[in-house]
Each structure stands twice: as structure tokens, then as C-alpha cells.
């Protein structure tokens, strides 16, 4: 052999396995988290959902705020020194809101609670889309505008925001708007404030949590009874929209500022927490409390959070999965995954469980 054409001494090459790190798609732990939850997950909803139809959000750039002064308009001391500007705000409200229509998000919720993933929706939205949308175990923590409750304790019957419009002559019952007999739009003024019960707490602290929610000492207890007949206020309260049934006076059904959460829906929404096995929370910035505590309820007790959202929040560092994006774009891509998966999987179970029958039993006659 030609010496020129030796190399040397052969090297060993030794080839190392590489394990590749298995990569699942986001998407895909998500469904199997939804999946996971076996029925008991809670949907916890805040303005990004209802800002994708439309809904004006009430902190951001262009918001309500910046068109009405909050303190007047959204807060309980506000109410009863003018109930009817308040109200004169539901009806500004009532026009940007009676175009608005649930989105693809909204009917996604819904489809999963048809199909039995979701047990119960806690909304901080006031819009009542959840409901339109066809969801039925709905929670409105924070109430809705488009209600009103009669504040009579022996009363307490609530009316349609429209139905009190046409009691006030504002609209006929085309739902046309009568110009002459609406009040002047309040003006304009602060805004930028927190909203009650904002925190800037990340609420790491899972301890205690069912008992932050219930605290309520921060928040004042109002004996409307009490305050309907002070003196000071029945000048106010004549202009005010009144109940058909008892004259009682009519306040919009969602919480002010000021106001202690409704306690029924807040034991409700604790409940559903400490039921829940998993948490998706959408299109909420988390910075209200006690709102924020009940997804910490659910991880609390073992359970998982799902983040949906455009942006990280306080929440995305206790949740198991942050899916970036609008709700409206990211909930369809979870609910047709989650119903394929869940469809392949009756599939394989329906297979297995044909192939695991016992063969027919053939009886023959037999001669004694």
C-alpha cells in the first residue's frame, strides 16, 4: 500500500445519543389541562374579553373615565346625592352597549360548558354577554349595568335597564331615543383613579385566601332602608327612577365604589373556587382584589391556572401556562383542540372497550 495514502492511526469516532427534550405544543397542555379538570374547571373573565366586542373598558386610553368623573357617577356617595345622573350615565352607557354582541371568545366558554369542561363562569364584567352568548352558571361579581334593583329589603325585584328608560320617558317603545325628555350628558371629569379594591399585591401568598375574599372591611355596608328616608336625601330621591311595584327607588344592579361585594354571589364564587381543578383566566389584568384571589383558591388547593391574555400579568407568575394573545383568537384554537382530543379519546375507549367484549354466547339444543 502507498504510504502516502496512510492517515495515521484510526481514531475511534464515538457517536453520542442525544435525547431530544419532547416539545408539546402550549395549546395542547392546555387542552390536556382542560381535560385533566374532568369537568370542574372555572372560567374567570375580566374587560378584555368584553373589549373585543366593542365594551369601552373603563381604565385605558379612551375609556369611561375619561368621559365622566368616576367619583360622581361610580361611587355609592355619589348615588345617593344624585341617583339620577348615575342613571344618566347607564343611559350613555345603554347606547354604547346595545350594539354590542358576544364574541368568539364568549361562545367558546359556552361551548365548553355545553360539553361539560366548565362548571361555573366568575365574571368581573357588567355587561351580561356571557349570558348572551348561552354560558349558565354565570357569576357577576361585580354586577350588571344592565339591570336595575329595587332598594326596598322587602322588595329587591330587578327591571330591565330599558324598562326603567321607558319608565323615565327617555326612550318610546320602539327603543327610540326621545331627545327632549333626556337630561344633559354630565361633564367631564377626573379620571385615572383606582377603582375600589385595585391592588397592586400580587397576592402571592395563598394563606387565607377564601377569607381575604370574604373580608369586607374595607368596603362600607350601606342601610339603604335607612337612607331612603333621611331628610337630607328625599330631595334627591324624587327625581330618581322609581320601582313600579313599591315606589322603592331603583339603583343600577352592579357594585359602586364603596360598595361591599354582593354576599350570595361572592359565597357562590368561593364555592366554585374551592371546587375547581383548574383555573383559566382571560382578558383580565388581575390588579382588583378580592377578584383576584379566587384563581390563587383553585392553585391553592392543588388545582392548575391557565393565563389567557395579550400581556403578563400579576397572575402569570402562578399559573402553569401563559397563552399570549386575544381571547377572541386563542379560545377557538383551545376549544377545537380540546373537543378533538376529547373526541379521539372516546374513540380509543369505545374500541377497546368492543374489543374487550366477550363473544356471544351460542346456545345450541342438545338431545337428553
Known amino acids: 500500500m502507498d504510504s502516502s495514502l496512510e492517515c495515521g492511526p484510526k481514531k475511534k469516532i464515538r457517536r453520542k445519543l442525544v435525547k431530544r427534550k419532547k416539545v408539546v405544543d402550549p395549546v395542547v397542555r392546555v387542552a390536556n389541562a382542560v ?3 374532568e369537568g370542574k374547571m372555572m372560567v374567570f373573565t375580566g374587560a378584555g374579553v368584553s373589549e373585543e366586542s366593542g365594551v369601552p373598558t373603563y381604565r385605558d386610553p379612551g375609556g369611561i373615565w375619561e368621559m365622566f368623573d368616576q367619583k360622581a357617577v361610580g361611587h355609592i356617595n355619589g348615588f345617593l346625592g344624585n341617583p339620577l345622573q348615575c342613571w344618566r350615565f347607564e343611559f350613555e352607557l345603554w347606547k354604547l352597549l346595545r350594539t354590542v354582541k358576544p364574541n368568539k371568545a364568549h361562545y367558546c366558554v359556552a361551548e365548553m360548558e355545553r360539553w361539560g369542561f366548565v362548571h361555573g363562569v366568575v365574571t368581573q364584567n357588567v355587561d351580561g354577554l356571557h349570558q348572551l352568548a348561552g354560558s349558565e352558571n354565570v357569576h357577576e361579581l361585580h354586577g350588571n349595568e344592565m339591570r336595575g334593583v329595587c332598594l326596598r329589603r322587602t322588595c329587591k325585584r330587578t327591571y330591565t335597564a330599558v324598562e326603567i328608560f321607558k319608565g323615565l320617558g327617555w326612550v318610546d317603545d320602539g ?4 331627545e327632549e325628555n333626556v337630561p344633559p350628558c354630565p361633564g367631564k371629569g377626573k379620571h385615572g383613579k383606582k377603582r ?3 391592588s397592586d399585591s400580587s397576592g402571592s401568598d395563598a394563606s387565607n385566601i377564601s377569607s381575604d375574599v370574604s373580608d369586607t372591611s374595607s368596603e362600607s355596608s350601606v342601610d339603604y332602608e335607612e337612607m331612603l328616608e333621611h331628610p337630607s336625601r328625599v330631595e334627591a330621591f324624587k327625581s330618581a327612577p322609581k320601582c313600579p311595584s313599591c315606589e322603592g327607588v331603583l339603583k343600577p344592579d352592579a357594585i359602586y365604589f364603596g360598595e361591599a361585594l354582593n354576599n350570595n354571589v361572592k359565597k357562590n364564587c368561593i364555592t366554585l373556587s374551592n371546587n375547581s381543578l ?4 382571560i382578558g383580565s389584568s388581575c390588579i382588583v382584589s378580592p377578584a383576584n384571589k379566587l384563581p ?7 388545582g392548575t391556572i391557565i393565563e389567557v391574555n395579550p400581556n403578563t400579568t400579576i397572575m402569570t407568575p402562578h399559573s402553569l401556562l401563559h397563552l399570549e394573545g386575544r381571547a377572541g383568537e386563542v379560545l377557538p384554537i383551545i376549544t377545537v383542540t380540546v373537543l378533538t382530543i376529547s373526541s379521539a379519546q372516546a374513540a380509543v375507549l369505545a374500541i377497546l372497550a368492543s374489543a374487550l367484549q366477550p363473544p356471544p ?5 342438545m338431545d337428553y
Open 35 to 37: 381535560l385533566g379538570a
Open 196 to 198: 375600589r379594591g385595585d
Open 278 to 281: 383548574c383555573a383559566m383566566v
Open 361 to 365: 354466547f351460542e346456545s345450541s339444543e
Open 175 to 178: 327603543l327610540n331615543i326621545i
Open 296 to 302: 390563587l383558591i383553585v392553585k391553592s388547593k392543588g
